[in-house]
């Protein structure tokens, strides 16, 4: 049971590239979520989804697409990377929402020059 | 709409001394609320939560917090202090979105120092 995994662990892009996040649970989690780290900001929820085919905006989508084809596999998509996208990117599931413990990855580390 | 602040973005304390970690939160009902620890270049993990069963709440690692309605209030306590207890500490409230299910927004986190 490797809970939820992510890849790549770090990457550097330049400004204008685009790339994909990779987001994978085997815990038959409903819920999934991405969440960006920011040095003294906390966490900030870019996009989650509480089931397969519905995926719903947090609170800073702009810059950022996801999918959710099935339920084991959420990717974050980032087209058109910025300076203000570096970041430390979480992906985190759980089984429901309300009290629900979230399950978080080990994150990604991305770098935008 | 919820809100947590986390009073202190950074607390230090001796080994062997009396953790405190500070929580406040608005939430328009009665919300649920987490505690999460990051160790540095992993990701968070539960430490505990409050789901209106009990409101002292016992943690892993020796932890627990109190919610106090009144206070509006979940801190976050370890009586005495251990060096592996040097973490990143963030509370978490949990309360309906507009579209009915609940996200957890989180605080901005508090850097838990512990000197020898």
């Known amino acids: 049971n490797a809970g939820v995994t992510q890849t790549p662990k770090f990457r550097i892009l330049k400004i204008g590239q685009s790339m994909t996040l990779q987001c994978t649970q085997d815990?038959?989690?409903?819920?999934m979520y991405w969440y960006r780290q920011d040095p003294g900001m906390g966490l900030k929820l870019i996009y989650y989804s509480v089931g397969a085919g519905i995926t719903d905006k947090g609170e800073v989508p702009n810059g950022y697409n996801v999918s959710r084809s099935t339920t084991e596999d959420f990717p974050l998509r980032l087209e058109l990377a910025a300076p203000s996208q570096t970041s430390v990117y979480f992906c985190?599931?759980?089984?429901?929402?309300?009290?629900?413990?979230?399950?978080f990855g080990p994150g990604t580390r991305l770098l935008v020059l | 709409a919820q809100s947590v602040t986390q009073l202190g973005s950074h607390v230090s304390v001796s080994e062997g001394a009396l953790v405190l970690l500070r929580c406040n939160y608005s939430s328009s009902v009665p919300p649920y609320l987490f505690w999460y620890v990051q160790y540095p270049n992993q990701g968070l993990q539960l430490l505990l939560k409050y789901t209106s069963a009990a409101t002292l709440v016992k943690g892993i690692n020796g932890f627990e917090a109190e919610f106090k309605k009144s206070e509006t209030s979940f801190h976050l306590t370890k009586p005495s202090a251990h060096m592996s207890d040097a973490a990143e500490y963030f509370c978490a409230v949990s309360d309906p979105t507009a579209g009915g299910s609940y996200i957890p927004t989180f605080g901005r986190g508090t850097s838990l120092i512990v000197h020898p």
């Open positions: 985190a599931s759980s089984y429901a929402d309300r009290q629900e413990t979230q399950y």
């Open positions: 815990m038959n989690h409903n819920y």
